[in-house]
Structures are given as C-alpha cells and as structure tokens.
C-alpha cells in the first residue's frame, strides 16, 4: 500500500469522525502522527508492506472503532 494512501484513509475517516489526526515530528525512520490521543508511528517508505499497513490500521481502532477500515 502506498504510504500516501494510508495516511489519507486515516486522515478521512478522522475528519469524518471529528477526530484530530495531525502529523506530530518527522523521524529518520518513521512519521509520528496523533490520532485524538493515541500516537501512531508510519514509516517512512513510499511502500508499505501490506501486513504493516494492516497493523497501522488496528492501532487506529480505539479511536475510530472496531475494524473501521472495512467499512468502505
């Protein structure tokens, strides 16, 4: 999955859920965004391997629901 399509599809469903998701530092290796109080760490690859991109996505869940990913 691209990295820039991860990070929009958290951003929509945050916007749409009038959840704050900003990008807190750039790291060597990772991004470090805030998604209402829970901190996500992405890589830095334009590529992100699927079973990462999938793990991002859960750590999203206590914010934005139960496999809210799913939904669209």
């Keep these: 999955m691209k990295k820039r399509d991860l990070v929009k ?3 929509d469903s945050a ?3 009038d959840v704050e ?3 807190v530092r750039r790291g060597a290796n ?3 965004y805030r998604l209402g109080g829970s901190i996500i760490p992405v890589p830095r690859h334009n590529e992100i391997q699927e079973r990462t ?3 991002i ?3 999203c869940q206590s914010v ?3 496999k809210w990913w799913q939904g669209k």
């Design 57 to 59: 996505l859960k750590e």
């Design 30 to 32: 990772h991004d470090v």
């Design 53 to 55: 991109a999938e793990g």
């Design 64 to 66: 934005l629901g139960e």
């Design 21 to 23: 998701w900003e990008l």
């Design 9 to 11: 599809r958290i951003a």
């Design 15 to 17: 916007r749409d859920r």
